[in-house]
């Protein structure tokens, strides 16, 4: 439906009364607020129910010593030792498919149930599916000794198993549990005991019985810092960093049938000395494990144990240019060779992912972590796949919480996938749009990888929230303009785009919904403009228009036009203090086609102002300065268009009851400005809002201020001059709404669809009643359409392309050429609503881009007239308007029972097969065939042949082969230049014949 026809559907509903329709929701979005204080996604229905859909969430947890897992459900578990909602550790899950991450736990140190606090190492899967794990510290309030849990990911519960208390129990469990043969537990103590130097305990999760069963005095071990490793011969083998004879450590094997601890060997610094990760057996059965320190360079060691016969070897000597203090367990990953990390060396000392091969003990440097502004791993890697290694570091990322990454040896190619303490998607100033896919899509100004704001999905129906896109310094960044949904593309501006890529301050970008691509379409410099604070809208010209805040020649931004096909920007105002600044807005096409918005600071009364552009005349006006006080100033945020034909508008401050004004703007009046409602501080304030007209002829929007100072969504009833706050916002809801809200409706995922027939008179034969198909086969037949070079006005289209193997096609469905097709407003048959670059068949059927398919417009069902034009062909339109569905309807612009618009608009051919065609001959596409005088469509024929010789022929796709035999002749048989003279009458070569198009 057209907007003058919503609009007069609307006129026709009672002003005074709230109509009788059924409940709309409205979706909005908070910036800060909800329970992490990232801000919320809401719902609100035009009587006041809200619903807080979504908390914006921050990857609470920082500071991972933690190994992964892959779980049997496909997700990772880890912990993090710091951070979440009490600042002592998470327990969390990440998906691999879909990049989310989850808190599970926030551990509580010493009180409750989930008390514990640390935790380190990791988790394990029993083989009964749930997750054990070890928390440091904690527990009971008098001791703080640490934690044995449990998590059953079926149900998601959490139980705390053991509190450790004392010597008795074990002091500061340590490293990742381990499942023996027997189905029970095995973990470690770093302190505990007589001497307090460790102990080993079970826990059998049958009986759920806990064991202190050995405890370490020194000479045998003391203080082991990570956990046990089972080998294949169903033996458990760990480390202590201190005892045993050299006090430098020892390595140690537990049979867990008898629970029998036994000595294998001790540390020395030649071999090397405090070993701290826990060990990993090799395909050549041997044990591999790293020191922390010892060894010849003092850095620490890489070693090898072997079982039988029981031998403990040094195997190399790490150095500190090239990774010193390994801290985490080795890994051997599918293609043989061992992997690691250390906790500094490399780099800026930040530490090295290197890799170990045991069979010729060449050592590697695969990544310095430094270069990826990450260090102080503690952990080992989980290979997910061939070449996928998943692991965490303690510090480095965007708030130096660390990450969680992926480093696929395949390509080498490091990916974070988590960073710890920063948010998924945060502070959020835009209210989502919704696709034909049914989810809504978003834009948040902070969060992501980069903390420079992510593109993000929500599904109403699951609730599932997916961030798409991390911005940052290539693609730009803090989107605070409202994402425009367009041919299931989101267009959007940044505000930043960083120093060191082309343009610094700004871009203008893309996401393909259907591929799921990013694209930065421009990078803003000074001379476009800089600095957009809002998003753009699409003209009925198909062209975005938009505003900038900085940059352009007075360093106050500009209003400019953006063609998506040819990715050009057009600036059509350098804004001045005079005219007024800060454009918080998006604009707003009104019935009329004149584009209007509002500048939130200057003009001559200092309190903003209100201007205009008109896409015709291309005149751009400021039309009215804010009056102040007591009639409003700072006005922000999009208008809307009520059915009274008014424009109203939201303006934050200075109104006569001490807040902000709904404000009207009667179009085409004298005094054209005037108050509708006048809000008290209460009710609203400093809005930045946008209006938005419901489907019950009421306006909606939002209040940074108000109640409480957190905000207010309000409606307003034009007819009965009613206000009413339908939600003062509280912290729990989200607080300070920018912007408005946005409707739930589903936009027409397809489509309606037309099958439409037309003969071109260039290539058309009468005595087989086909057009030839010559052009086909040039080689320069282009495979993207020909109209936006050719300077044709697109309507949310331009761009397109077919396959080479379309054009392959023989017969009476060869491809002749491209086509365009338009459909027109059914009140107004002037108005395009939307093109399609189409192709044309030999038998006349205007097909889609595959070829065969009947052409489709993503649009609702409605009368449309319905036009079909070409680039050297004067184009027709159907004389009234065609009622399109998804259902392809046909329309035969051949047969004289379709009748067109204007006088004469096509051309009869006769002969054995007669036909109505359209006009050949518009060489110059300026819609008028001239044989002579200016701009004439004959002499371009000459000059494409090369203008001396009339003889000469250029073979090609051009626009002067008007009978499209890929052959341009001036003269001769078959010439180009005849059927122009036929066309304008004949006799007269001064005629011209005008195309019937209004």
């Not at 892959?70 to 912990?79: E, P």
């Not at 490293?175 to 770093?190: L, M, Q, S």
């Not at 980069?450 to 929230?465: E, H, M």
């Not at 009413?724 to 408005?740: E, F």
Request: net charge neutral; hydrophobic share 35%.
């Amino acid at each position: 439906m057209s907007l003058l026809t919503r609009l007069t559907v609307l006129s026709a509903v009672t002003l005074g009364l709230v109509p009788l329709m059924a409940q709309q929701t409205f979706w909005g979005t908070a910036s800060q607020g909800g329970t992490l204080n990232q801000g919320t996604l809401y719902t609100v229905t035009n009587t006041g129910t809200f619903t807080k859909r979504f908390d914006f969430q921050r990857n609470l947890g920082n500071a991972s010593r933690s190994e992964m897992i892959k779980a049997t459900n496909g997700l990772y578990y880890g912990v993090a030792r710091q951070g979440g909602v009490n600042g002592v550790g998470v327990l969390f899950s990440y998906n691999p498919s879909t990049g989310a991450y989850n808190v599970l736990v926030n551990f509580i140190s010493q009180t409750g149930a989930l008390s514990g606090s640390a935790p380190e190492g990791g988790v394990i899967q029993h083989s009964n599916g749930k997750l054990y794990g070890l928390c440091r510290f904690g527990g009971a309030a008098a001791t703080n000794h640490g934690t044995f849990w449990e998590y059953n990911i079926a149900t998601s519960t959490f139980t705390k198993l053991v509190t450790f208390t004392g010597n008795s129990t074990g002091i500061q469990p340590v490293g990742r549990p381990v499942e023996a043969p027997n189905g029970k537990i095995y973990f470690a103590t770093n302190q505990g005991g007589a001497s307090n130097v460790g102990s080993l305990c079970e826990w059998n999760p049958t009986t759920s019985v806990f064991t202190r069963f050995f405890v370490f005095t020194g000479a045998n071990g003391s203080s082991p810092t990570r956990g046990l490793t089972r080998a294949s011969n169903g033996l458990l083998y760990g480390t202590t960093s201190a005892g045993g004879t050299n006090s430098l450590g020892v390595l140690y094997q537990l049979d867990p049938t008898t629970n029998a601890v036994t000595k294998l060997a001790d540390f020395s610094s030649g071999v090397g000395s405090a070993p701290v990760g826990e060990l990993c057996q090799a395909a050549d059965g041997h044990l591999y494990g790293t020191c922390s320190a010892g060894g010849t360079n003092a850095n620490g060691t890489i070693f090898r144990y072997q079982i039988a016969p029981s031998s403990l070897t040094k195997v190399f000597d790490m150095a500190s240019a090239t990774g010193r203090l390994p801290y985490g367990r080795l890994m051997q990953a599918s293609n043989g060779l061992l992997y690691g990390m250390t906790y500094q060396g490399g780099t800026s000392d930040q530490g090295v992912l290197y890799s170990f091969n045991t069979a010729t003990s060449a050592y590697a440097v695969v990544l310095n972590l430094a270069a990826q502004t990450i260090s102080l791993p503690f952990g080992g890697f989980l290979e997910d796949g061939p070449g996928n290694l998943i692991a965490t570091t303690s510090a480095g990322g965007v708030n130096n919480a660390g990450v969680l990454f992926r480093y696929d040896l395949n390509s080498s190619q490091y990916t974070q996938l988590v960073g710890f303490d920063v948010s998924t998607g945060a502070s959020p100033w835009n209210a989502p749009v919704r696709a034909a896919d049914g989810k809504f899509y978003g834009v948040t100004v902070s969060g992501g990888v980069n903390n420079s704001g992510v593109i993000y999905s929500f599904d109403p129906t699951t609730s599932a929230y997916v961030k798409l896109v991390d911005l940052g310094l290539a693609s730009g960044r803090y989107p605070y303009g409202k994402p425009l949904l367009l041919n299931n593309k989101l267009y959007g501006t940044c505000n930043q785009h960083p120093a060191g890529f082309p343009g610094v301050d700004g871009t203008i970008w893309a996401y393909d919904i259907g591929s799921q691509t990013f694209s930065v379409l421009l990078s803003l410099t000074t001379a476009t403009g800089t600095r957009p604070l809002s998003g753009m809208i699409v003209g009925n010209d198909g062209k975005l228009y938009g505003n900038t805040s900085e940059g352009g020649t007075f360093g106050y931004g500009t209003f400019f036009s953006y063609e998506i096909p040819s990715n050009t920007l057009t600036v059509i105002k350098h804004h001045r203090p005079q005219d007024g600044t800060e454009p918080y807005g998006e604009p707003f096409q009104a019935s009329n086609g004149i584009i209007y918005g509002p500048m939130n600071a200057s003009g001559v009364t200092g309190t903003g102002a209100i201007y205009q552009y008109n896409p015709v005349s291309g005149i751009y006006a400021k039309i009215l300065d804010m009056p102040g006080t007591p009639n409003g100033a700072e006005p922000a945020g999009q208008m809307a268009q009520a059915a009274n034909g008014k424009l109203y508008g939201l303006a934050g401050s200075q109104g006569g009851s001490t807040g902000g004004v709904i404000y009207e703007y009667t179009i085409g009046s004298p005094t054209p400005y005037a108050v509708a409602f006048s809000m008290t501080s209460a009710q609203g304030q400093g809005s930045e809002s946008g209006l938005l007209l419901g489907n019950d002829g009421l306006l909606y929007g939002s209040n940074l201020g108000g109640g409480s100072g957190n905000g207010t969504l309000i409606r307003y009833n034009i007819g009965t001059n009613t206000f009413t706050v339908l939600r003062t916002l509280a912290s729990a809801d989200g607080i300070l709404p920018y912007d408005g809200l946005s409707t739930d409706a589903i936009p027409p995922s397809a489509n309606i669809a037309v099958n439409a027939k037309a003969s071109l008179e260039g290539p058309y034969t009468s005595a087989t009643g086909l057009m030839n198909d010559a052009l086909r086969s040039l080689g320069t037949f282009p495979l993207t359409e020909p109209f936006t070079a050719a300077g044709f006005t697109l309507v949310g289209a331009g761009g397109e392309t077919i396959n080479a193997s379309v054009l392959s096609v023989s017969g009476n469905n060869a491809i002749v050429d491209w086509i365009l097709l338009e459909l027109r407003d059914k009140n107004n048959s002037s108005s395009v609503l939307r093109s399609k670059c189409a192709l044309i068949q030999r038998d006349g059927d205007i097909v889609d881009l595959d070829g065969t398919s009947p052409a489709s417009f993503t649009m609702p069902a409605d009368q449309y007239f319905i036009a079909v034009r070409h680039r050297n062909h004067l184009g027709i339109m159907t004389s009234t308007a065609v009622a399109l569905s998804g259902t392809p309807v046909t329309v035969d612009l051949r047969d004289a029972g379709t009748s067109t618009f204007g006088t004469n608009a096509r051309t009869s051919i006769t002969g054995a097969v007669p036909t109505l065609a359209m006009w050949a001959g518009n060489v110059v596409p300026d819609a008028i065939l001239r044989y002579s005088g200016g701009g004439n469509d004959r002499d371009p024929i000459l000059v494409r042949i090369g203008g001396a010789v009339p003889t000469n022929t250029v073979t090609g796709y051009w626009p002067e082969d008007v009978n499209m035999d890929g052959v341009v002749r001036y003269s001769g048989g078959a010439n180009d230049r005849d059927i122009i003279l036929v066309n304008i009458g004949g006799a007269v070569p001064t005629n011209s014949r005008a195309q019937q198009l209004p």
